[in-house]
């Protein structure tokens, strides 16, 4: 292991303290875990976000258009073993009940389920870029689906 390898110890402490923020609908407690400067990106969003007031509307708007909105862990997080980087599986499920603000996306009803990983790239202890990497074609599809049918 090289000096500039992601400790393990410290992302099995770390990824259930992001899932739990998600899980539990807490912008704040998602933002405290950033950066001040984080650069956050998801295929749902027009563009990638920044800041913390960014992340904290970024999950305000997720857990209003998903409010059963729930975060998985299939697998353990993998630690990087050359940089301060880790590989996060995820498994997304939750119900679009509400607007999807970043897409003037109306409420389908739709059961959405996603398999995907984030990418997280630290600086002293703290996520300073995010990107989460899923079949975003796949989730509008259902999402499209439920609209034409409703």
Partial sequence: MTPSALDPEFLEDFAPQWRAAWNTHDGQALAALCTADVEYYDPALAQTVRGH???????????????????????PP????????????????????????????????AWVEADGVDHWWFRDGLVCRHRAVYDFAQVMRVLSEAAVSA
């Avoid at 007031?53 to 697998?75: C, K, M, N, Y």
């Fill in 78 to 109: 993998y630690a990087s073993l050359t940089a301060q980087k880790a590989i996060v599986p995820w498994h997304f499920t939750g119900t679009q009940d509400g607007e999807f603000t970043p897409m003037a996306l109306a409420p389908t009803g």
């Fill in 53 to 75: 007031g960014a992340v904290v509307e970024l999950v305000r708007q997720f857990t209003q258009a998903f409010s059963d909105i729930h975060f998985g862990e299939p697998e």
